[in-house]
């Protein structure tokens, strides 16, 4: 049987056109994997790249330094009261504009207006006891003035011998005790004139305690917060309110401590708020930190905001540009569009459908633009890859420009 098998095998006449067709076959795939890698090289090398290509035109390029900060007023206040007691009246709420002077709260005064009239009536006994005592001191005169003519008469008339020594004794004894009575009432004027001065101090205490049961705004402004309600109890250091002036207001940036040497007061910025993402508010730099923070390594730069949107509030986040140079009517490229080689600023441009790197001089760069200050001509086309994420281009590289 296996001879058998074994000659049917080796003599079967359809052996050699099978062993063809696996052959031509074979060559059919090998022909086909070259052309596809053929295809895919040619693709990848040689077939156009999509590009975006921007026209080299004059413009405005402004360079900025940007820093991160909250919306602050330079002057505020936190309204307390300065003594203890009750609010009976609230006549502001919050968002309030008040003018300077007007009253914002009330504190029960029914205590305060009882010292007022006790320290009056104080203030009047010690007047009539001034009156009483300068009344003594008239009288205490006029029997000093008495026993002062007594005395002389009486010394006149003892070497006459119309009197006695017993009787110069006597107005002389007079005489000292006429001077002690009115000393003595001088002395109780001086005391009663005191009691007027300690009176009338503690009268003006009592009076400004009772003014301070009404609570005025120090400066024109908003109510930016309420604290309190009428029928708490306030003690002297408690916010009521948190008032603020808006006529400056300013954003309280950190910057990166190398920018430093860019920056001086009243330079332009401009402000963005993070409510209104689109849309810049002009300002100028109102003053610059002098303590950088040690793990940061950031100051701070204070922005006078010269407007603000419709709504805003204390503490909201911002960024500032704050602009350092600024070049008109020069030539500009994306900064996207700058490659560099070896140290070297270049850019690609688009030369006969080809991708020609060139180097160029940069000026100033903005944050979407830089200066070309050489290498570029205008009506030039620079080229980048159509997409983030696309490859690098490449010097002769095909392209096609979007």
Known sequence: MEEITSFSAANDPRAPRSRGRRHVWNVVKVTLLIGVAASVLYWLRFAPVAVAGFEVTPGAVIAEVMGT?????????????????????????????????????????????????????????????????????????????????????????????????IELDRTTESLRMAEADLTRSEAALGEA????????????????????????????????RRDHEAGDVVVPGSSVFL?????????????????????????AARIVFRS???????????????????????????????????????????????????????????????????GQSGVFVENGGQAMWRPVRLGIRGAQSVEVQEGLAAGERIITPASPTAAALRDGQRVKVR
């Open 69 to 165: 900060g909250t919306l602050e007023a330079r002057i505020s206040a936190t309204i307390s009261p300065k003594i203890s007691g009750r609010i009976v009246e609230v006549l502001v709420d919050q968002g309030d504009r008040v003018e300077a002077g007007q009253v914002l709260f009330r504190l029960d005064d029914s205590d305060l207006s009882r010292q007022v009239e006790i320290a009056e009536n104080t203030l009047v006994s010690a007047r009539r006891a001034v009156e009483r005592q300068n009344a003594d001191v008239t009288r205490a005169n006029a029997s000093l003035n008495l026993a002062r003519i007594e005395h002389r008469r009486i010394e006149e008339l003892l070497p006459q011998d119309s009197a006695t020594s």
């Open 193 to 224: 004139n005191s009691q007027v001065a300690v009176a009338s101090s503690t009268l003006d205490y009592q009076r400004a305690r009772l003014a301070d049961s009404v609570i005025a705004a120090p400066f024109a402004g908003l109510i930016a």
């Open 243 to 267: 008032m603020l002036d808006t006529r400056e207001m300013w954003i309280r940036a950190w910057v990166d401590e190398t920018e430093m040497g860019r920056l001086h007061p009243d330079q």
């Open 276 to 342: 209104e993402p689109e849309r810049s508010f002009p300002g100028h730099v109102a003053r610059l930190g002098r303590e950088a923070d040690r793990e940061t390594r950031e100051f701070v730069v204070d922005v006078f905001a010269d407007s603000l949107p419709e709504n805003w509030a204390v503490g909201q986040r911002a960024e500032v540009y704050i602009e350092t140079a600024r070049a008109t009517e020069v030539l500009t490229a994306p900064v996207n569009a700058v490659v560099w080689r070896d």
